[in-house]
């Protein structure tokens, strides 16, 4: 029988990116791999355009990714027969979520968002450079902030998103304020846009959709994923699939982890 095309989806920070320093050189085996066999690897992280396109150079990774937790798809140049780059949006803008939580603190919301904070203020926040920090808050779909209110307030807060469609999701870090979409949608998007692309070239062989993640804002991506793997991190626990899925979840945790998954799997289906 032939081996399936793999194609995989990663979050980036705590998975990928060591959850403190955000290297990734202990993935590197393992990357080193998925390139020599060209299987696709699309990251799919909370973090922005600029800040995914500069780790991208850094990986030499030319495949398509997804950025803000599924505010948008980015197809480079002729990576699924575009002839330029198309940038795919899904849900609102950030200009609507920032309107929204403007809205929201003038009603007595306490947070601090990334629009909030100045470059260094937000470097000092995250352990990033100053330049990198910059990149961080050049966003199309999400605003990161910090609660600053109770538990109680919280949910109220919650609530009042809700009521203008938008929603609160928890990363690793922070709290995201965005539209009714998650990483899940910009992964099905590329999936079926791989799907086609391979049913072209080499008819209809099994196609396996790999998700990574670490936390509860990677679990729609997981729960969408043929092979779910859940690495070993911070809020890693909270990460809760249906048995069905036989989730695999590493021991180790970051790019350590992800290295022994990846590995592990490639080995399996052959490649």
């Not at 990198?132 to 919650?158: D, H, N, V, Y």
């Not at 729609?220 to 043929?226: K, N, P, V």
């Amino acid at each position: 029988m032939a081996r399936p095309h793999l194609i995989l989806f990663s979050d980036l920070d705590g998975t990928l990116l060591d959850h403190d320093d955000y290297r990734w050189h202990a993935a590197g085996p393992a990357l080193e791999r998925l390139k020599a066999a060209n299987i696709p690897l699309v990251l799919n992280s909370s973090k922005t355009m600029p800040e995914i396109r500069a780790l991208r150079e850094e990986l030499g990774n030319n495949d398509p990714f997804i950025v803000e937790n599924g505010a948008a798809v980015v197809i480079p140049p002729h990576a699924l027969g575009n002839e330029e780059e198309e940038v795919v949006n899904f849900g609102a803008t950030r200009e609507r979520v920032l309107e929204v939580l403007g809205t929201q603190r003038k009603k007595g919301a306490r947070f601090r968002g990334f629009a909030d904070m100045s470059t260094d203020e937000l470097a000092a926040q995250t352990g990033l450079d100053p330049a990198a920090a910059g990149r961080a808050k050049e966003r199309l779909g999400t605003e990161p902030l910090i609660w600053q209110g109770s538990e109680q307030e919280l949910a109220e807060f919650e609530a009042a998103l809700s009521a203008e469609d938008l929603r609160l999701v928890a990363g690793g870090r922070f709290l995201h304020a965005m539209g009714i979409f998650d990483k899940a949608d910009g992964a099905r998007f590329l999936l079926n846009k791989y799907k086609e692309q391979y049913r072209e070239q080499y008819g209809d062989g099994p196609v396996l959709a790999i998700a990574l993640g670490d936390s509860p804002n990677d679990q729609q991506m997981l729960e969408s994923a043929d092979i779910p793997v859940v690495i070993r991190g911070v809020k890693s626990e909270e990460v809760r699939l249906p048995s069905a899925k036989h989730a695999i979840r590493s021991l180790k945790p970051g790019p350590e982890g992800w290295n022994e998954c990846v590995l592990n799997l490639l080995f399996e289906y052959g490649y």
